[in-house]
């Protein structure tokens, strides 16, 4: 019942408004590659210094709920990752909006993205203390193998080019050492410049690999980016179409949200990892694994639910332990610290007026992403359809040069994505999947960082190699890597073995798939 | 010969790349080198392993379909156009100025993708509304979210 007045609090007019303003803001922001949760979250957060606690801590956390949904867009639309959460969402959003459903993925984007959402922040509200320990069994160990198990996965999904996959993986990985090591602090792969002592920033890296092999295929071919069909069936919102395969989904977005939210209390892990993790669930679970990565919706149900539960996730550690598992949560964190509040345990008794209208803020911004995210999802799809291409290529090159200079306002993180951009669209061209090297280099460091920290401990202890294997969340991660890896050539053994003992009936089968 | 070169260039670019970083792992110290050299070698091992593919396919089938070859036969000068301008815009940002660069190098790829009949009313409407925006943004980022663009010789 106390919590109940709580939610009052962020019923206020001022409260709403402000979750309203940054939910609309967050999505814009999410959907330009570049301008990421993390600047805005920044730029903005001096401003809230001067509200009441409640208030900005609300506005905040409609940003960064807002940008996470906003990410889906370019991934739909363009085929480009607005935030890293959304590499997944490419392998499906951008076949569907070819195809001329982009209106429909860019609805179902936002219904799931609204279920995700609610489901990390009830999560949050409900089990918060309990969820914080699941965090503190991760030690580094487990944390090597869950980023090794995002690539693994990534790599599986490149249906018929495994090893290639696993390949790509491995580069982004190597992209991800140039620079200063994470432990041990060595210059690794500089070349002898200053330009890369400060390593490939992820955002750049993820802008040059997806938007500049983008503007290549735009200017290639004369074919049209978008190919909207005419008629008033493919018009409008799509909802009734919408509900109807969520209906047929619904396992798939439950089990998205929750994994999504427990990957998401894993501090560092965020919403690559989790959305990648559901779209393999989903594609494993389907009776029709091959139409996914061509336009299968139960993809982006996967992906969207998944990274915007990490958001609620995500603010478990950060609330309850101090400890943010990502950079917005650490802007957060730090606005939490600098409005006097103590984070840990006691947050939710000692100072549970703040805390719970940040949780409430943070549900009304998810329910606001619904009518915000259908509006501009509604013109979103037909604006970037309209648009010509000799408006549409040197706009999204202007936005990669504008979005990967201000990250650090660095000269270098253009010339760097224009390179990676290039090596990208070669490598792709030569039948390499592309979206490996961006996670390689998108968790490269968390790998890393738990692949030489587990080593030092098995050093010291006398065993390296039972270090890695000790724990049951090692042993039982490294199952599920050595399933994805050998997965599809055992089950394609098993098929051409049992074709060859029953021909007749496989033929049948066959036919009766058709 | 484009098909050799798309099925074992690539693997043959990674095995150098891995004994690349194995050796400049020397450098490091051992906290340092221990992840490249991992790394390294299982990138080396996959890359042998795809070479392995690549050549019992080729034996088998006399020939392995190249990705290119897929893809069609689509111009290349397009892209490498695209690719000449965007160098020439990165080294002009800072000599000449971010917003003149930025507006230039627009109208430049306005042309390279533009596929229609040539409408000069029409590239006109488009290249006044990019440089508008471009100012727009330009103005957004140094006045609002305070990042500061390349001033160069003009602005």
Not at chain 1, 347 to 354: D, K, P, R, V, Y
Request: include cysteine; aromatic fraction near 8%.
């Amino acid at each position: 019942m106390e919590i109940l007045g709580y939610f009052s609090n962020a019923l206020e007019p001022t409260n709403l408004l402000l979750a309203l303003f940054g939910v609309a803001v967050g999505t814009l922001i999410g959907a330009l590659p570049g301008l990421s949760a993390t600047m805005s979250l920044a730029v903005l957060v001096p401003f809230t210094f001067t509200m009441d606690p409640a208030s900005g801590l609300v506005m905040l956390g409609a940003i960064y709920t807002g940008a996470l949904y906003g990410g889906a867009y370019a991934a739909i639309l363009v085929n480009t990752p607005g935030t890293p959460s959304a590499i997944a969402t490419t392998f499906d959003g951008f076949p569907m909006a070819k195809r001329g459903d982009g209106a429909l993925a860019v609805t179902l984007a936002t219904l799931v993205s609204v279920f995700g959402g609610l489901t990390g922040a009830l999560m949050l509200l409900l089990l918060a203390p309990p969820l914080a320990r699941v965090a503190l069994q991760f030690g580094p160990a487990e944390y090597f193998w869950l980023a090794i198990l995002g690539l693994t996965l990534i790599a599986a999904l490149s249906v018929g080019n495994q090893l290639k996959g696993l390949v790509a993986a491995l580069f982004g990985l190597m992209l991800s050492m140039v620079g200063v090591a994470t432990v041990g602090g060595d210059l690794r792969l500089t070349f002898g410049t200053n330009a890369l002592i400060g390593g490939i920033n992820v955002v750049a890296g993820l802008i040059g690999i997806y938007c500049i092999p983008v503007l290549f295929d735009l200017v290639r071919t004369a074919d049209p980016h978008l190919d909207p069909p005419q008629g008033s069936h493919v018009a409008g919102f799509r909802l009734r179409e919408a509900f109807s395969i969520l209906g047929r989904n619904k396992f798939n977005l439950v089990r998205s949200s929750v994994v999504g939210t427990l990957i998401g209390i894993l501090p560092g892990a965020g919403g690559s990892i989790a959305s990648l993790i559901t779209y393999s669930a989903a594609q494993r679970a389907s009776k029709d694994k091959d139409s996914f990565g061509k336009g299968n919706p139960a993809g982006i149900i996967a992906t969207e639910s998944a990274n915007n539960a990490t958001v609620g996730g995500g603010f478990v550690p950060t609330l309850v332990l101090g400890i943010p598992g990502t950079p917005p949560d650490a802007i957060i964190l730090g606005a939490l610290l600098v409005q006097g509040i103590k984070i840990g345990p006691t947050l939710f008794t000692e100072q549970a007026e703040i805390t719970y209208t940040f949780i409430a803020g943070l549900i009304l911004a998810t329910l606001f992403m619904l009518p915000v995210g259908l509006l501009i999802g509604r013109y979103a799809y037909r604006s970037i359809a309209s648009i010509p291409k000799a408006a549409l290529v040197p706009s999204i090159a202007f936005l990669t040069v504008v979005g990967s200079y201000s990250i650090q306002n660095n000269w270098y993180d253009v010339v760097i994505m224009l390179v990676l951009g290039v090596i990208a669209w070669l490598i792709k061209e030569v039948g390499y999947p592309t979206s490996p090297i961006a996670l390689g280099l998108v968790l490269g460091s968390i790998a890393e960082q738990g692949f030489v920290q587990t080593f030092l401990i098995g050093r010291a202890q006398g065993d390296i190699v039972g270090r890695f294997f000790q724990s049951p969340i090692s042993l039982f991660l490294v199952t599920i890597i050595v399933m994805g890896l050998l997965g599809p050539a055992l089950r394609s053994l098993w098929k051409a073995r049992r074709r060859q003992r029953h021909p007749a009936t496989e033929a049948g089968r066959s036919e009766a798939s058709k | 010969m484009t098909l050799l070169l798309s099925n074992f260039a690539p693997p043959l670019c990674f095995i150098a790349l891995s004994v690349f970083v194995w050796t400049d792992a020397d450098r490091y110290t051992a906290l340092g080198s221990v992840f490249p050299r991992t790394m390294a070698a299982a990138m080396a091992i996959c890359s042998v392993l795809i070479l392995i593919r690549s050549a019992a396919v080729l034996r088998a089938n006399g020939r392995t379909s190249s990705p290119a070859e897929r893809g069609g036969t689509e111009s290349l000068g397009r892209p490498l156009s695209l690719l000449v301008v965007f160098g020439l815009w990165l080294f002009a940002m800072n000599t000449i100025g971010f917003i003149v660069s930025s507006a230039v190098a627009f109208v430049a790829l306005t042309l390279i993708a533009e596929r229609e009949t040539f409408a000069p009313k029409r590239l006109l409407l488009i290249m006044v509304v990019g440089i508008g925006g471009i100012v727009g943004v330009a103005a957004l980022m140094s006045d609002v979210l305070m990042v500061p663009l390349p001033r160069g010789i003009l602005f």
